[in-house]
């Protein structure tokens, strides 16, 4: 390892030949992909010192129906756009292009990304390709079992909605603990989409890559839509209604006789198909996108109530079926020219529809069978491994040394919580929400942490998860000497560092 090439720009088809063991093959490989004994070469990646060009050409090398993919995957080297050329080439694989251009950028790469390019395999043999490019570029710093426990599992969540999303399912419900990060993974995810229809469609055009992020940020803007449902949300929020028009809405406000008139308007949801339903009829079904519609603590809502007849076009064989809704005799306020609603309300076929909800709440609404059953229903469980990676972010605790000791004693609390209250399921986990933002004052240690999470936020949750039952104060008492570890058990009692949240 002592002759690790340390800077990408260092990197030889020599040193490929020593890792990758087939020098006729690296040869080749390399010099289709510009990678060239002679570093002044034009087209020579190495000079951009881009990680990119390296790891796609080992994973390449490596993988035998990558290779057979090769030569329509030439790079686009002006814009430094890799995305359809690693699509290309790993094809299912699931390659987190977006992540990997967005860390390539500085032509640098710490081991910690390295290891999150891919960071669901289930394949041991890309587990070995990885860490031969950790080799390669001089990353050699952690042993197999560590990069295994970094990179996480298919058992990841935010794997399985991607896959469901993938096989056609659009109607999604997230569902688990509080604080489990159901909200944010569901825009995570379609952020990941539509980004990369974006860099798929500018590619396919040829277009300029300079305005690429710009178009980005525009198609994140308008095909990602989030609404929070609460008790007083209704079919007429989300669907269409009545609402108070004045002249002074149509410009007509003359400064003295201000008139009042009803006028039949789209709720969020109807208005949200209406422009996805423009927007597909000025191009070919092939090319529509996903739009995303994201609903946050959909079940606090009468979702009976809300949905009323969209129920019916919500069955997974009636998407782009039209229905008519309970004020279509009436003219839409605002729409000129030909409406696309004319003859029916219809949710597009590419419109994906993502709830979260947290079941345990008892002060909001259930959802009915009939609603039930239009939806996919996916779990966000509290993993060790997924509390990990959370904590090391800047939100958290980032490289504080007691990072795994957390994960591992949250998870076993969980348990022990189940033990104790046996009525209580994995909806009732304790997880990385209850940890956000603590005050720096409070995160010195593991002790200080538990002692402070326990005081001003666990306590009062387990509460009110035990109200009614007969036996609080004992389960209580018990749950918190299985919150505390054993050498801080004499604290227990004590303040934690920090005071309360304002």
């Not at 990678?35 to 035998?64: F, L, M, N």
């Not at 056609?168 to 419900?173: F, L, T």
């Not at 539509?194 to 300029?208: C, K, N, S, T, Y």
């Not at 940890?435 to 005081?455: C, H, I, M, N, R």
Request: net charge negative; with cysteine; proline share 3%.
């Amino acid at each position: 390892m002592e002759n690790c090439p340390r800077q990408i720009s260092q990197v030889k088809v020599k040193d490929i030949d020593l890792y990758l063991s087939d020098a006729q093959n690296a040869q080749q490989f390399a010099y289709a992909n510009g990678i060239h004994h002679d570093p002044s070469k034009k087209d020579d990646p190495s000079g951009r010192k881009s990680s990119i060009d390296i790891i796609v050409y080992c994973c390449c090398y490596a993988d035998e129906s990558a290779q057979e993919n090769y030569a329509g995957a030439r790079w686009a080297k002006e814009s430094g756009n890799y995305n359809q050329s690693l699509k290309k080439l790993f094809g299912s694989k699931n390659i987190a292009t977006s992540y990997l251009k967005a860390h390539d950028v500085s032509g640098e790469m710490t081991l910690k990304q390295l290891y999150e390019i891919l960071p669901r395999t289930q394949d041991q043999k890309q587990m070995e390709y990885i860490q031969k490019i950790a080799q390669l570029i001089g990353l050699d710093d952690k042993g197999e079992d560590e990069m295994n426990t970094t990179t996480g599992s298919t058992t990841n969540t935010e794997e399985r909605l991607i896959d469901l999303i993938q096989n056609g399912q659009y109607q999604i419900i997230l569902t688990g603990a509080p604080g489990t990060g159901k909200t944010y993974m569901s825009n995570r995810v379609a952020r990941q989409f539509v980004r990369e229809q974006v860099e798929d469609r500018f590619i396919a055009l040829g277009m300029e890559a300079d305005s690429l992020e710009e178009e980005i940020a525009a198609a994140l803007k308008e095909r990602i839509k989030m609404v929070q449902f609460h008790p007083s949300y209704d079919y007429t929020d989300f669907v269409e209604g009545l609402r108070p028009i004045s002249d002074k809405d149509d410009g007509k406000d003359d400064g003295r006789n201000n008139s009042m008139r009803f006028e039949k308007m789209d709720g969020t949801f109807k208005a949200f198909c209406r422009m996805v339903a423009e927007n597909n009829d000025e191009m070919d079904q092939e090319d529509w996108p996903l739009y995303f519609f994201l609903i946050d603590e959909i079940n606090r809502a009468d979702l009976s109530k809300v949905f009323g007849e969209l129920m019916f076009c919500m069955e997974k064989d009636k998407r782009g079926t039209t229905i008519y809704t309970q004020y279509h005799n009436l003219p839409t306020y605002g729409i000129e020219g030909k409406d696309v609603f004319e003859d029916g309300f219809f949710i597009p076929p590419n419109v994906v529809i993502i709830g979260t909800m947290n079941d345990i709440d008892r002060s909001v609404e259930s959802m009915d069978f009939a609603l039930r059953r239009r939806f996919v229903w996916e779990e966000v469980r509290v993993d060790e491994t997924l509390l990990t990676t959370v904590f090391r972010t800047k939100k958290f605790f980032e490289d504080r040394d007691y990072i795994e000791d957390l994960s591992g004693w949250i998870i076993a609390f969980n348990d022990a919580m189940k033990r104790e209250v046996t009525y209580l399921n994995s909806g009732y986990d304790i997880s990385q929400g209850q940890f956000s933002d603590l005050p720096e004052s409070a995160k010195g240690s593991l002790d200080e942490v538990l002692q402070w999470v326990w005081t001003y936020r666990v306590e009062s949750l387990l509460k009110e998860y035990l109200r009614g039952d007969g036996q609080l104060k004992n389960h209580l008492e018990h749950l918190k000497a299985a919150w505390f570890p054993p050498s801080s058990k004499g604290q227990a009692n004590g303040q934690p560092a920090g005071g309360g949240e304002a």
